[in-house]
RNA sequence: GCCGAAAUGGCGGAAUUGGUAGACGCGCGCGACUCAAACUCGCGUUCCUUUGGAGUGUGGGUUCGAUUCCCACUUUCGGUACCA
C-alpha cells in the first residue's frame, strides 16, 4: 500500500476538526499548558513558507506536551487592524473589514484576486489549534475590552508610594484631603502645588486638567513625522531619505497634541521583571537597552540675565548627567533644538542663525540625528548659564545631536569626557578643560570611569569616581543646584494614530476635555467613511464621519451637526459632544489578546476570574525577535497594570519565549546579456545584440577572461564574434550582463532553468537565445537548435534574499502541501536548521524529508504488496536500543527546542529499523508517537492501523529506559598532539593505567611515534586518549 | 552611529560540559532495476601539490587538546520608539 498522503492529511484534518480533538478544556484536573503565538497579522499576499515556522515549533510543542499529560491551550486569532490593510483600502476603494475578512477566510477581491485565505492556508498544515477561542482584534465585540482597558488607564494614576496603579478616585479624595504636596505619582514635569482649599475650589474644567497630568494615559504635545502634502503623519519607515514613501514628499518633525501611555511609570518594574521571566538574554538585553536605566545627577544651571539680552528671569536649565564629578569640567550646555525655551533665551543678534538651524533639524529624522556622528553641526543661542560652584559664565548651544525626548532634552557639556561633547566644542572651537589627572586630552576625551581621578575641580580634586559622584550631588544638594536621580531612556509611549484602521477612542471632548465612555456603552464603532485618507484640513480620517458625536443622554453616536456650536458653553449644553478622531495604534490590541483567549463562553466577552486563574500566563510563546521593544514590553506594561488593578493575578504575560528566526528565499538570477545603451551596438552594424541570457560562470569569465567568453560566439555568431574580436575594450565598454529575477518555480533542484516556462512567463524572452553550460545555444521559439537528448542545460545563479513577491521567490506552503504534503511540509521546516537562526528555503532540499516519510511507512508496509505488517513477536535487541536511543534523543531536543536535530534522529531510527528488518509492535507503537508531534497526519494513519481507536494525541509519550543502552566497550580514538590518528577498542571498565598501557602497547601507536618517547599521556576514561610528544 | 545576533564542505546544517570536525539531508559521481525515463535501492563524496599536509569568517592568545574559552577585527542580518 502507498503512502497517499493527500488523502491521510484530509481525512484526519476533517477527524480533528469534528471531533473537537484539539479543545482546551476548562475546568480540568490535569495541569495547564498554555503554548502561544505572536499574533499575525493576516496580510493579502497571503502565507509564504516563511510565516509557519513559529507555528509549527509551537505545535510540535503543544502536542509534546499533550503527549506529557497536560491540559493543553494552544489557540490562534488574527491582529487584524493596521496599516497594509489600510493602504490597501486608500488604494482600491474597498473597506478594510472587506479585505481583512477576505484575507483570513478567502474569496476574491475587487481586483479579481482570488485569496485562499489564512484560515484554509493554516488549516492545511494540520495545527492543533484550539479554533472555538479565536480573536480579531477588528472584531468590535473584541476591541470593546480594548477601548475598556483604555479607560480603565485614563481612570487610573501610579502611587509611587505604594508602587502600583491606582484609581484616580484615591488621587482626587486625597487632594481634596490635602493637596497635592504629600503625593508621590508618576506624572508630568512641573504641576505646580496646590493646597486641599485650591482643589476644591478649582472648577471642573480645572479639575480635570490636573488630573490629565497624573492618568496613565493622557494626553500630551508629542513630535510626529508630519507630511504636508499627504496632509498625514507618518511612521519612521515610511519615509525614505527624508521624504516620503508615497510620492517623495517632505517630511517636518511637529508637535501634536496626541494620547500617550505613561509606560515610563512602570520602568523600573519592567527592567526588574526581566530577571524572574525564561526569554533569551539577548532579547532581555534589548529590553534592558532600550528602558535605559541610569544613575546621576539632575542639575540645575541658572541662565545669566545679565550677559544674555533675553527676558528671562529666575529661569534654569536642568539637566540629568551620569558624570556629576565632571561637573568642573563643563564648557558649554548643549540643547535640543526644538525646546520652546531655546526660542525665549536666544539673543536678538543669534535669532537668525538659530532659527535656520531649528529649520533645518525639523527636516531630519530623529533616527538620522542619532545615527550621524560625522557631521556636526549646532548654533549658538547668544545666552549664557551660570556654574552653580565656580558662578562663571557657560555658553548655551543648540545641536542636533540632543533629543528632546530623551532625558530633559539639555546637556552640560563635558568635552573632556565625552567624545560628542569634544567633537562639538573642536569644531566650534570651545574650550576643553581637563579634569583627569595625568590623561592626555589632546587627541580624544576620556570616558573611562574606572581609571579616573579627578583634578582642576576644587573640592573634588583628588577623588575617584564613585567618591566624586558622591561629593559632587552631596553639594550640588547643599547649594540647591541639583540632586541625584535615577534616569530612564524609556519614553511615555504616544498612543494615537491618525488613521481609520485601528480601535476608535471611546472618548468625547467635554468643554475641551477628554471625557471617557463607560463600559455598558461599548463598544464604540467604528463610523463609516467614504475615503481613508485625512480630512483636506489635516484632520484624519474619521474627520470625515458625519456620524461621530456622542450623545451623553442617550449614550448613542449621533450625527456631528447635533453638536452644539456653544456645546463650550453651559448655558447652550445640550449633551452632545464631538467624538476623538484618532485611532489606537497597532499594538493596542496585541497587548492583551493572550488573555482573551482564555475563555469564550460568555455573552458579554468578558473572562471569568475563574478561568485567568486557571490559565495565569503563557507558558511558552513563540515569535519573532523583531518585536523586542514593541509588543513584548506593551504587553507586559499592560499586563503589569491589570496585575494592579486586580484584575489578574500574574504580572508577567509570557513565561518562555522562543525567537524563530526568519525563513529567506533563495532567489534565481538569469543574466541577460547585452548593450548598456542599444545605440551604442550601431558601432556593430551587422550585429544585432539583443536577449543573450548568458550563464552565471559565463557571466564570470566575461569579466576575467573575456577573449575566453567571446570563443563561446565564434561559431555560432562568426559576424558578430569577428567584430567583437577587433577591439575587446571597446566591446567590454558596451556589452555588460544584468541578473535578471527568475521564478523560482522554474528552478529544479540541480538549480537547472525551464527556459519554456520561463519564456511563457515573460513572453518577450520567447526569441530570447541562452546560451547553455556547454556553449551551445537554445532558443525557445524553436528557431533554433532545439535541446536534444543529452543536451547540455541553463544553470540559474542563486543568492539567498527576503522572501517577497518582488523578487520571485516567494514559496506558497499550500503548493508544498499538494505536492508533498504537510508532514513533509513540518518535517522539512524543522529540518532546515536551528529554530532561532534565520536560513534560506529551498525547496530542492524536501525531497530528502518526503522519502524518509516514505521510508517510515513502508516500515510498517512490509507485508507482501507493501501491506500493512506488524508482529507482536518480541522485539530484537538492536531495535530496542533503537528505539530507546531515539526516545531519549527526541525527548532531550524537543525540551531544548532542537527540533532540526530531532528530525534527523527519526531519520536515522528509521534507517536503522529498516536495516535490522523490525516489525515489532512494542518498537513500532512507541516509534508513531514518538514521530506524532512533527508528523501528526502519518502518525495517526498509523495508529489506526495498529489497531487503536482513539486519537494519537491521546497518548502517553514513550519512557526512556537506559537499559537497553548499556555498553561494555568503548572504540577509543587516538590521538597525538591532538591529531586523532587511529581508534582502538576497549573495555569500558578500564582504569587509567589500564588503558594508557594497552594504547602504549598497540603497534600503531609505536608507528605514529616513529621512535619518540612520549613526553605525557592524557587519558579521559570513556572519552578519548591523546598522546604528547 | 548605537543595541542585539550570526559566520563550519558545492548547499541547509551536526558536534548537548573544551575531547574522533563534517551526523542527517540536498546536490554531485558511479552502479543496480528499466526498452527507456521516473521512482526505488546500493556505494562514494571537506580540500590539496596524497608514504603526507591543510582545514570551522580574519589575526592573535589560553590549553595536552579549541567550531566550543579570551582579545582585536571583517562581513551579513534584525531592532532603533507611527510596519506588524
Redesign the pocket.
Known amino acids: 500500500m502507498q503512502y497517499h498522503f493527500n488523502d491521510i492529511e484530509a481525512k484526519w484534518q476533517k477527524y480533528w476538526a469534528e471531533n473537537g480533538t484539539f479543545h482546551a478544556q476548562f475546568p480540568s484536573d490535569k495541569p495547564k499548558y498554555y503554548v502561544l503565538d505572536?499574533?499575525?497579522?493576516p496580510?493579502g499576499a497571503g502565507l509564504h513558507v516563511g510565516h509557519p515556522l513559529g507555528y509549527i515549533a509551537s505545535d510540535v510543542y503543544a502536542r509534546y506536551k499533550r503527549l506529557k499529560g497536560f491540559n493543553v491551550l494552544h489557540p490562534q486569532g488574527y491582529?487584524?487592524?493596521?496599516?497594509?490593510?489600510?493602504q490597501y483600502a486608500i488604494q482600491t476603494g474597498q473597506h478594510p473589514a472587506v479585505t481583512t475578512k477576505v484575507n483570513i477566510e478567502g474569496g476574491v477581491d475587487n481586483q479579481g484576486n482570488e485569496i485562499a485565505g489564512y484560515r484554509k492556508q493554516l488549516d492545511k498544515i494540520g495545527f492543533s489549534f484550539d479554533w472555538s477561542r479565536e480573536v480579531r482584534?477588528s472584531d468590535p465585540a473584541y476591541y470593546k475590552w480594548t477601548q475598556w482597558i483604555f479607560t480603565l488607564l485614563f481612570d487610573s494614576w501610579y502611587n509611587r508610594d505604594t508602587d502600583k496603579a491606582e484609581d484616580i478616585e484615591s488621587l482626587v479624595s486625597a487632594f481634596a484631603k490635602a493637596g497635592n504636596q504629600n503625593i508621590h505619582a508618576v506624572c508630568d514635569d512641573n504641576i505646580a502645588a496646590f493646597t486641599a482649599d485650591q482643589w476644591n475650589a478649582f472648577s471642573e474644567k480645572e479639575q480635570q486638567a490636573i488630573l490629565l497630568q497624573y492618568r496613565l494615559t493622557y494626553l500630551a504635545e508629542?513630535e510626529?513625522?508630519w507630511c504636508p502634502a499627504l496632509g498625514?503623519?507618518?511612521?519612521?519607515?515610511?519615509?525614505v531619505n527624508g521624504v516620503s514613501e508615497r510620492g517623495g514628499h517632505p517630511v517636518v518633525r511637529k508637535k501634536?497634541t496626541?494620547w500617550s501611555m505613561r509606560?515610563s511609570a512602570y520602568a523600573e518594574r519592567l527592567l526588574q521583571g526581566l530577571e524572574k521571566i525564561d526569554w533569551?538574554?539577548?532579547?532581555k538585553?534589548?529590553q534592558?537597552?532600550?528602558?535605559?536605566k541610569s544613575v546621576g545627577a539632575q542639575v540645575k544651571f541658572k541662565i545669566k540675565n545679565d550677559v544674555s539680552s533675553s527676558a528671562v528671569e529666575n529661569a534654569y536649565i536642568e539637566v540629568f548627567t551620569t558624570r556629576p564629578d565632571t561637573i568642573f569640567g563643563v564648557s558649554f550646555m548643549t540643547l535640543a533644538p526644538e525646546l520652546d525655551l531655546v526660542q525665549e533665551i536666544t539673543t536678538p543678534e543669534q535669532k537668525a542663525e538659530v532659527d535656520a538651524y531649528i529649520e533645518a533639524t525639523a527636516k531630519r529624522?530623529?533616527?538620522e540625528r542619532?545615527?550621524?556622528?560625522?557631521t556636526i553641526s549646532g548654533a549658538f543661542t547668544g545666552a549664557y548659564a551660570e556654574h552653580p560652584f565656580t558662578k562663571e559664565p557657560i555658553p548655551i548651544w543648540i545641536g542636533d545631536y540632543v533629543l528632546a525626548?530623551?532625558g530633559t532634552g539639555a546637556v552640560m557639556a563635558v568635552p573632556c569626557g565625552d567624545q560628542r561633547d569634544y567633537d562639538f566644542a573642536n569644531h566650534f572651537g570651545i574650550a576643553i578643560p581637563n579634569v583627569f589627572e595625568g590623561v592626555d586630552i589632546s587627541e580624544e576625551a576620556f570616558a573611562d570611569k574606572d581609571n579616573t581621578v579627578i583634578a582642576n575641580s576644587d573640592f573634588l580634586n583628588g577623588l575617584k569616581y564613585k567618591k566624586a559622584v558622591k561629593l559632587a550631588i552631596y553639594e550640588l544638594e547643599k547649594i540647591g543646584a541639583g540632586s541625584g536621580k535615577t534616569n530612564y531612556?524609556?519614553?511615555?509611549?504616544?498612543?494615537?494614530?491618525?488613521?481609520y484602521?485601528?480601535e476608535p477612542f471611546p472618548v468625547y471632548y467635554k468643554d475641551g476635555m477628554p471625557q471617557m465612555i463607560a463600559l455598558e456603552h461599548l463598544p464604540l464603532e467604528l463610523p463609516e467613511i467614504e475615503k481613508y485618507l485625512p480630512t483636506e484640513d489635516g484632520a484624519p480620517p474619521l474627520g470625515r464621519a458625519d456620524v461621530w458625536a456622542w450623545d451623553t443622554k442617550t449614550n448613542n453616536v449621533v450625527s456631528n451637526d447635533l453638536v452644539s456650536s456653544s456645546a463650550v458653553e453651559k448655558s447652550g449644553d445640550n449633551g452632545i459632544y464631538p467624538l476623538e478622531l484618532?485611532t489606537m495604534?497597532?499594538?493596542a490590541g496585541?497587548s492583551w489578546y493572550f488573555l482573551k483567549y482564555m475563555d469564550n463562553t460568555t455573552a458579554d466577552g468578558s473572562i471569568p476570574k475563574e478561568a485567568l486563574d486557571y490559565w495565569g500566563n503563557v507558558d511558552l510563546y513563540i515569535g519573532?525577535?523583531?518585536?523586542?521593544?514593541?509588543?513584548l514590553?506593551y504587553s507586559r506594561f499592560w499586563t503589569k497594570f491589570l496585575f494592579d488593578r486586580g484584575f489578574i493575578t500574574i504580572d508577567e504575560p509570557f513565561q518562555k519565549m522562543i525567537n524563530q528566526?526568519?525563513i529567506?528565499g533563495?532567489s534565481a538570477f538569469a543574466y541577460k546579456f547585452q548593450a548598456i545603451d542599444p545605440d551604442m551596438l550601431l558601432s556593430y552594424p551587422e550585429v544585432e545584440m539583443k536577449n543573450f541570457f548568458i550563464t552565471e560562470n559565463q557571466s564570470k569569465l566575461y569579466e576575467t577572461d573575456t577573449l575566453t567568453f567571446f570563443k563561446i560566439f565564434e561559431e555560432k555568431y562568426p559576424l558578430f564574434y569577428n567584430e567583437i574580436i577587433e577591439d575587446i575594450e571597446k566591446a567590454k565598454g558596451c556589452l555588460k550582463t544584468f541578473p535578471v529575477h527568475v521564478p523560482v518555480q522554474f528552478i529544479?533542484?540541480?538549480?537547472?532553468l525551464d527556459i519554456e516556462g520561463f519564456a511563457k512567463w515573460r513572453p518577450e524572452f520567447k526569441e530570447a537565445t541562452f546560451i547553455l553550460e556547454d556553449g551551445t545555444s537554445f532558443s525557445p521559439s524553436g528557431g533554433d537548435v532545439r535541446r536534444t537528448e543529452g543536451a547540455s542545460v541553463y544553470k540559474v545563479g542563486?543568492e539567498?534574499?527576503?522572501m517577497s513577491k518582488s523578487k520571485y521567490n516567494v514559496v506558497n506552503p499550500d503548493d508544498i502541501c499538494n505536492q508533498y504534503g504537510a508532514d513533509t511540509l513540518r518535517m522539512?521546516e524543522m529540518?532546515?536548521?536551528?529554530l532561532?537562526?534565520?536560513?534560506?528555503w529551498?525547496t530542492?532540499?524536501?525531497?530528502?524529508?518526503?522519502?524518509?516519510l516514505?521510508?517510515l511507512w513502508?516500515l510498517y508496509h512490509s507485508g507482501t504488496d507493501g501491506a500493512f505488517h506488524v508482529s507482536d513477536d518480541a522485539a530484537s535487541k538492536d531495535s530496542l536500543k533503537t528505539l530507546h536511543k531515539t526516545i531519549?534523543?527526541a525527548e532531550?531536543?524537543i525540551e531544548?527546542f532542537?527540533f532540526?536535530?530531532s528530525?534527523?534522529?527519526?531519520?536515522?531510527a528509521t534507517?536503522e529499523l529498516?536495516?535490522q528488518k523490525c516489525t515489532s509492535r512494542e518498537v513500532l507503537a512507541p516509534l508513531a508517537i514518538l514521530i506524532s508531534p512533527y508528523a501528526p497526519h502519518i502518525a495517526e494513519e498509523l495508529w489506526s492501523k495498529l489497531g487503536q481507536t482513539t486519537s494519537i494525541s491521546e497518548a502517553t509519550f514513550p519512557v526512556f529506559e537506559a537499559k537497553h543502552l548499556v555498553e561494555s566497550s568503548?572504540?577509543?580514538?587516538i590521538?597525538f598532539?591532538?591529531?586523532?590518528r587511529f581508534?582502538l577498542e576497549l573495555p569500558l571498565d578500564l582504569s587509567k593505567d589500564e588503558i594508557e598501557a594497552a594504547v602504549m602497547a598497540n603497534e600503531k601507536t609505536q608507528h605514529y611515534l616513529e621512535g619518540r618517547t612520549p613526553?605525557?599521556v592524557?587519558v579521559?576514561p570513556g572519552?578519548?586518549?591523546?598522546?604528547?610528544g
Open positions: 505572536m499574533f499575525p497579522y496580510s491582529d487584524s487592524f493596521g496599516l497594509p490593510a489600510e482584534t508629542t510626529v513625522n498625514t503623519v507618518l511612521a519612521n519607515d515610511e519615509i501634536m496626541q509606560i533569551s538574554e539577548s532579547i538585553e534589548t534592558r537597552n532600550w528602558i535605559g529624522s530623529e533616527r542619532m545615527a550621524d556622528v560625522k525626548g530623551y531612556r524609556l519614553r511615555d509611549a504616544v498612543f494615537s494614530r491618525q488613521r484602521w485601528g484618532n495604534p497597532g499594538w496585541s519573532g525577535s523583531e518585536h523586542g521593544t514593541g509588543h514590553l528566526g526568519m529567506l533563495t529544479n533542484a540541480s538549480n537547472e542563486r539567498v534574499e527576503k522539512y529540518f532546515l536548521g536551528p532561532e537562526q534565520a536560513k534560506p529551498n530542492a532540499g524536501i525531497t530528502g524529508v518526503h522519502s524518509f516514505k521510508k513502508k531519549k534523543k532531550d531536543d531544548n532542537s532540526n536535530t528530525v534527523s534522529t527519526f531519520m536515522i534507517n529498516t536495516a568503548k572504540e577509543y580514538p590521538s598532539n591532538g591529531k586523532m581508534k613526553k605525557k592524557i579521559v572519552k578519548i586518549v591523546n598522546i604528547v
